[in-house]
T-cell receptor, first 117, second 106 residues
Framework: GAGVSQSPRYKVAKRGQDVALRCDPI?????LFWYQQALGQGPEFLTY????????KSGLPSDRFFAERPEGSVSTLKIQRTQQEDSAVYLC???????????????FGPGTRLLVL | LAKTTQPISMDSYEGQEVNITCSHN???????ITWYQQFPSQGPRFIIQ???TKVTNEVASLFIPADRKSSTLSLPRVSLSDTAVYYC???????FGAGTTVTVRA
């Protein structure tokens, strides 16, 4: 595709519900990242995939957050038993190569705005 | 991990040059410096990236001194549409921080 796409763009959940957020990266991009952006703040790293392998999940705030990328393309971020503090924009980004090599540019999707009531 | 520090906000007028300096005292040897622009309700958009000295593209210039402990993004002749938040990033695992809100006035 032309860029990174995310769905849904907006999600309203009742506290305690599970949600699943989808990311379609740029075709052929090896690396995929998830970020959380609270209102008025910059994006905060959540997790990183290289192909289907989740190489870094140090930013996931709790065990209620789970991400997968089973075929090395589309990724899903799942939040179980949502809490009000989970309300934020969730951004997905992809890059052609590995960020560990330096010099890789991340291309961001438009984000999914999650509101937990 | 190299933490970045930027001014919270900057004001400018159309046609002026805007320079935003980012400090990253603990930058690692293999870290590149990347700047992003973000508009409301959109994801960050890549502006420019560099490792050392000066890099220029069609929208901006990036100046990096020899010690690489800081970098300066230069936006020439800004317009109203350049009003946005600008972030510098040296490590993908770091928070982008609050960024610099640039407001361009007519």
């Amino acid at each position: 595709g032309a860029g990174v796409s995310q769905s849904p763009r907006y999600k309203v959940a009742k506290r305690g519900q599970d949600v699943a957020l989808r990311c379609d990266p740029i075709s052929g991009h090896v690396s995929l990242f998830w970020y959380q952006q609270a209102l008025g703040q910059g994006p905060e790293f959540l997790t990183y995939f290289q192909n289907e392998a989740q190489l870094d999940k140090s930013g996931l705030p709790s065990d209620r957050f789970f991400a997968e990328r089973p075929e090395g393309s589309v990724s899903t971020l799942k939040i179980q038993r949502t809490q009000q503090e989970d309300s934020a924009v969730y951004l997905c980004a992809s890059s052609l190569g590995s960020p560990l090599q330096g010099g890789e540019t991340q291309y961001f999707g438009p984000g999914t705005r999650l509101l937990v009531l | 991990l190299a933490k970045t520090t930027q001014p919270i906000s900057m004001d400018s007028y159309e046609g002026q040059e805007v320079n935003i300096t980012c400090s990253h005292n603990n930058i690692a040897t293999n870290d590149y410096i990347t700047w992003y622009q973000q508009f409301p309700s959109q994801g960050p958009r890549f502006i420019i990236q560099g490792y050392k000295t000066k890099v220029t593209n069609e929208v901006a210039s990036l100046f990096i001194p020899a010690d690489r402990k800081s970098s300066t993004l230069s936006l020439p002749r800004v317009s109203l549409s350049d009003t946005a938040v600008y972030y510098c990033l040296v490590d993908y695992k770091l928070s982008f921080g609050a960024g610099t809100t640039v407001t361009v006035r007519a």
